[in-house]
């Protein structure tokens, strides 16, 4: 009698049985697949595993504390930020380019695009109404530990911040935090930044003056990844 054809749904199945049974410290079978008569026909419903990162881990490896040079950031007490908000490889849901940022303003999360259809998804930050800018750029340039320097129009709102005029040095307490990347339009500064905060209690949150803020050890990690002149989306 012929043996009934096993279909790749079945195949993965009992694929994931036999891992368990090797982990647990079974013997594990080897099949030779022709014999078994299997159904090669693609299964539109199965997608492999996303990728595994060794930058993206438990939250204690990812948000412990940092020392650069003279720079200490201290560990994020990531249990009072929501799960969602934390750094994480999900399915891309953008359609990018690989090597892509994509910023969802209204989901509050940075995406940076991977090969084989995954993205690093990290929570952020964003301007509150009146202080938001949306479209298509690049980064044109980044820099780590950048100086502040508020603009003419904060100082205007904010006085207080005119000691500020000629940039704040560098360190944990920056409001750019440890890293920044710049974003141009047509070869034009637009005012907008992507970086890093000391305030990690914000992300997920519409409270600065229009920039993309991320958790001081997310921007770093982002910093690493992101190639020379990306494109940039945010909407």
């Known amino acids: 009698m012929q043996a009934p054809a096993i279909s790749r749904r079945h195949l993965l199945l009992g694929a994931g049985s036999l891992a368990v049974l090797g982990v647990s410290g079974c013997t594990q079978t080897t099949f030779d697949l022709p014999e078994m008569n299997i159904d090669a026909m693609p299964t539109s419903g199965i997608r492999p595993q996303i990728s595994i990162d060794k930058a993206v881990t438990v939250p204690d490896v990812m948000y412990a504390a940092v020392q650069e040079g003279p720079y200490s950031l201290p560990a994020i007490p990531y249990q009072k930020i929501p799960a969602q908000f934390r750094r994480q490889i999900v399915v891309d849901p953008t359609g990018e380019q690989p090597g892509t940022i994509v910023v969802r303003l209204q989901e509050r999360y940075l995406y940076l695009v991977q090969p084989g259809g995954d ?7 964003i301007g509150k109404a009146g202080f938001l800018w949306n479209g ?12 502040w320097t508020p603009p003419r129009e904060m100082i205007q709102r904010k ?14 307490d920056n409001p750019l ?3 920044a990347l710049y974003i141009f339009k047509d070869g034009a500064d637009t005012g907008y930044r992507i970086h890093g905060s000391p305030e990690w209690w914000s992300i997920g949150q519409s409270m600065s003056s229009g920039c993309v803020r991320l958790i001081n050890q997310d921007i770093i990690d982002l910093y690493n990844r992101v190639p020379g002149k990306a494109t940039v989306v945010v909407g």
């Open 177 to 179: 935090g440890a890293r």
């Open 159 to 172: 006085p207080e911040l005119v000691k500020y005029e000629n940039g704040m040095e560098p360190g944990p």
């Open 136 to 147: 298509r750029a690049n980064i044109q340039y980044k820099k780590e530990w950048p100086r």
């Open 119 to 125: 993205a690093i998804r990290y929570g952020v930050g």
